[in-house]
């Protein structure tokens, strides 16, 4: 017997010498699994995926989601709103059986059975046919699912004036206007004008922005000691002293705004 003959050298036991080719086996004599899952089945479902990515993907270009401004907490009356994919939990708060003493049903135990009746389909129907009416319990778990989140979405969108809503809270753009804290009459303003009207003077929760005021001097003076529309009378409680450097202050900040 010559030396060697008959042996094979590996570097480990556990791998075999001889290297087999990844061939699919044929499923054709098993009705209903009639290709491999790798990487037959599983191409398909990436393909698919990437469809619907490019596609949410221009889709969000398209139509950005509309931004509103930055959150104010001195604000009492704004009434925020989920992304548009938890509408449909916002919905459901709405009522009597999920909101008030019963809010934990409509937080945790609806949601809760919900998803975990979703998580448990494949369990609960384990039949081999790849078709909606050999799978009952999953597609109508599914298809139950799948209206309910719809038409909580739009029961919700429904009742929100969008337009409306993203005008009032439109972000208000930065202003590269300078503030001179040393001047005089910015102590003045910070003292009777800065919780209403912004420490920019871009306007604030209760107050408009006095950045580009068509108003004379003289009218600021008089606006700031006897109010105007919706701003009460004797805002302003300095000297005549302190109110010709506030007003002085506001023009030269609307001069750097022309």
């Known amino acids: 017997m010559q030396r060697g003959k008959g042996m094979k050298f590996v570097g480990d036991s556990r791998i075999s010498a001889e290297s087999k080719p990844n061939i699919p086996k044929d499923y054709s004599e098993y009705p209903g699994r009639t290709e491999a899952f790798w990487p037959n089945f599983l191409l398909k479902e990436w393909l698919v995926g990437s469809v619907f990515l ?28 989920p992304d548009w994919y938890f509408l449909f939990l916002y919905e ?15 937080i945790l135990i609806i949601p809760g059975l919900a998803f975990g009746g979703l998580l448990l389909a494949p369990f609960l129907d384990k ?6 009416h ?15 989140v719809i038409w909580l979405t739009y029961e919700s969108a429904a009742a929100v004036d969008w337009e409306a809503r993203a005008e009032e809270n439109k972000p208000v753009p930065e202003s590269d206007i300078e503030i001179d804290q040393e001047d005089p009459g910015y102590a003045i303003f910070e003292s009777n004008c800065m919780s209403c009207h912004g420490e920019d003077l871009s306007g604030g929760s209760a ?20 109010g105007i529309g919706s701003m009460p009378a004797d805002q302003f409680t300095g000297s005549d002293e302190e109110l ?9 900040v609307n001069e750097q705004a022309e």
């Open 54 to 81: 490019v596609g949410f993907l221009s889709l969000t270009l398209a139509h950005p989601s509309p931004l509103e401004g930055v959150a104010d907490p001195t604000d009492a009356a704004y009434i925020p709103l």
């Open 92 to 106: 459901l708060l709405k009522y009597d059986f999920a909101s008030g003493p019963y809010v934990l049903f409509g």
């Open 127 to 132: 039949g081999p046919g790849r078709r909606p």
């Open 134 to 148: 050999r799978r009952p319990i999953a597609v109508t778990m599914m298809l139950l699912g799948l209206a309910s």
């Open 207 to 226: 107050g408009p922005s006095l950045i580009g005021t068509e108003h004379s001097p003289e009218e600021i003076g008089d606006i700031a000691k006897n």
């Open 244 to 252: 010709k450097q506030l007003v002085d202050f506001i023009v030269s």
